[in-house]
């Protein structure tokens, strides 16, 4: 069974940096993509960041980019969102995810994913 812990949320000022971890447990895929995703209240979840397992290849929303970093660790089934330069408009809850495996990766396509953590708060504040 595919099991997946976030940690790392918590509140910060504007400008300030926070690191999301993903633990990942039970995925003996050697490929995948591990996504990071997020939701506001009201509004619908929308993909971060992603990056394949095998090739550390990476995507970014428009909104993040610069400020984001997704990285992988296989040794440790771990992966991570690296926040910095933190914005208002990036309070929201932050989850991780895995695809399934064989499909695209992609953050445009929140139902390619099928792994998914329970969420970790960020709030930032002005």
């Known amino acids: 069974q595919v099991h997946l812990m976030e940690s790392g949320g918590g509140s910060e000022q504007t400008g300030g940096s926070l690191r999301l971890s993903c633990t990942v447990s039970?995925?003996?895929?050697?490929?995948?993509?591990l996504g990071w995703f997020r939701q506001a209240p009201g509004n619908e979840r929308e993909g971060v960041a992603a990056?394949?397992?095998?090739?550390?290849?990476?995507w970014y929303a428009d909104s993040v980019k610069g400020r984001f970093t997704i990285a992988r660790d296989n040794t440790n089934n771990t992966f991570y969102l690296q926040m910095n330069n933190l914005k208002p408009e990036d309070t929201a809850m932050y989850y991780c995810?895995?695809?399934?495996?064989?499909?695209?990766?992609?953050?445009?396509?929140?139902?390619?994913?099928?792994?998914w953590g329970q969420g970790t708060q960020v709030t930032v504040s002005s």
């Open positions: 039970g995925y003996t895929f050697s490929r995948g993509c």
């Open positions: 990056i394949t397992r095998a090739n550390g290849n990476t």
């Open positions: 995810a895995i695809n399934e495996p064989g499909s695209p990766c992609s953050i445009r396509r929140v139902d390619h994913y099928v792994y």
